[in-house]
Every structure is written in structure tokens, then in C-alpha cells.
T-cell receptor, first 112, second 112 residues
Framework: KAGVTQTPRYLIKTRGQQVTLSCSPI?????VSWYQQTPGQGLQFLFE???????NKGNFPGRFSGRQFSNSRSEMNVSTLELGDSALYLC???????????FGPGTRLTVT | KNQVEQSPQSLIILEGKNCTLQ??????????LRWYKQDTGRGPVSLTI?????NTKSNGRYTATLDADTKQSSLHITASQLSDSASYIC???????????FGTGTRLTIIP
């Protein structure tokens, strides 16, 4: 079974731009969660989607948004990028909420 | 406030030696505790998951213990190998909303 895939793997953007990251979960998984990982803060929860509905949301500003499609694929969008948004963005999928999560390789975003 | 603290922050040991990583948590009500291994530039990979009733769980050379009374967990690595060099992250789930609280990880370096 193919694992969680994330695209793109690497991205460089400038301040003020917006970015969209994509995540394809493991086949059959309906829950997708997004995390931001920085050296200083560790892994921080962004949001979780299940069956196209946002179930949980972390403490991030409204510039961070996401959505899930009917095929369980998910996207997250960050608008008006700031230097502090530079991080590894990880997506994890699970059969449903509360089940074992499987992480993708992440998207490394650099904001200059 | 739910918190997960890991120690030490970093650890360097010789190949072949054993080591133990610690995780203390204040998450309540407790649902389960997971240990993840994260290689540099990659997504975390699950090593073990333990629920309230489990004291010990092994995965090859990795053995996790859980003391739900003192809210402590440890990850013991036996006969370390160079490939064990990674960050090890402790994650605790709260019962009910299944929200995950992440520790900031222990950076383990194995030297030949």
C-alpha cells in the first residue's frame, strides 16, 4: 500500500506570497491532520479533517487554512507568508480520528 | 494545560551501547502514548503505542515502558546502531477528543 505523499517536497517563497501544500493519504484513510515543525517549537498541530469536515484546529492564525476533498486528499493554504512560517509541514493520515497516524515526508517551506 | 516534556534534549552515545529516553506528561484524561522516530528531513514513524493498561511494549531493539500513575514513559534502545541516530518524539493523546500533545523530542546521535 502506498504511503502518505506530500507535494511539493521543497518550496521557496517570499514574504507576502501565499502557498498551497497538498497531501494524499493512504488509500482508505479518511482522516488527515496537518502539523508544523520548527526546530524551536517541535511539532505543532494545525488542523484535522475527517470526511471533508474540519474536526480540530490548533492555535494558528487565520492565515492558515485547509480543506479536504471527497477523495480524502487534503490541501493547506498559508496566505501572506511571514519569515516565521518557514518550517517543515507534515501531513498524517489515519483510518479515522484517534487511530494510528502515518506521516508523510513533509514539505519544507522556506520564506525569504 | 496538557504538556509533554522529554529529556534529555540531546544525547550522544557510542555504537553498541544502550540508552534510555524519558517522557513525562500531564495530559488528562490519558488515552494513549506513542513514541515516534524521526530521521532528519523525514516524517515521524511510529515505534510503539501504549494504552493505560500496558506497562511495556517492544519493537525490536526498542522497548517502551509506561507508568500511568506517575505519568512517565521511557524508551530504551538496546545495542544502538548508527541508523538509530534520529529524533525521538513522545506523543500523548487525551481521551475523548483524541487531541495529540507532542513533546519537543530527544535528538539521539550514535557515533562509531
Amino acid at each position: 500500500k502506498a504511503g502518505v505523499t506530500q507535494t511539493p517536497r521543497y518550496l521557496i517563497k517570499t514574504r507576502g506570497q501565499q502557498v498551497t501544500l497538498s497531501c494524499s493519504p493512504i488509500s482508505g484513510h479518511r482522516s488527515v491532520s496537518w502539523y508544523q515543525q520548527t526546530p524551536g517549537q517541535g511539532l505543532q498541530f494545525l488542523f484535522e479533517y475527517f470526511s471533508e469536515t474540519q474536526r480540530n484546529k490548533g492555535n494558528f492564525p487565520g492565515r492558515f487554512s485547509g480543506r479536504q476533498f471527497s477523495n480524502s486528499r487534503s490541501e493547506m493554504n498559508v496566505s501572506t507568508l511571514e519569515l516565521g512560517d518557514s518550517a517543515l509541514y507534515l501531513c498524517a493520515s489515519s483510518l479515522r480520528e484517534g487511530y494510528e497516524q502515518y506521516f508523510g515526508p513533509g514539505t519544507r517551506l522556506t520564506v525569504t | 494545560k496538557n504538556q509533554v516534556e522529554q529529556s534529555p534534549q540531546s544525547l550522544i552515545i557510542l555504537e553498541g551501547k544502550n540508552c534510555t529516553l524519558q517522557c513525562n506528561y500531564t495530559v488528562s484524561p490519558f488515552s494513549n502514548l506513542r513514541w515516534y522516530k524521526q530521521d532528519t528531513g523525514r516524517g515521524p514513524v511510529s515505534l510503539t503505542i501504549m494504552t493505560f493498561s500496558e506497562n511495556t511494549k517492544s519493537n525490536g531493539r526498542y522497548t517502551a515502558t509506561l507508568d500511568a500513575d506517575t505519568k512517565q514513559s521511557s524508551l530504551h534502545i538496546t545495542a544502538s546502531q548508527l541508523s538509530d541516530s534520529a529524533s525521538y518524539i513522545c506523543v500523548v493523546s487525551a481521551f475523548g477528543n483524541e487531541k495529540l500533545t507532542f513533546g519537543t523530542g530527544t535528538r539521539l546521535t550514535i557515533i562509531p
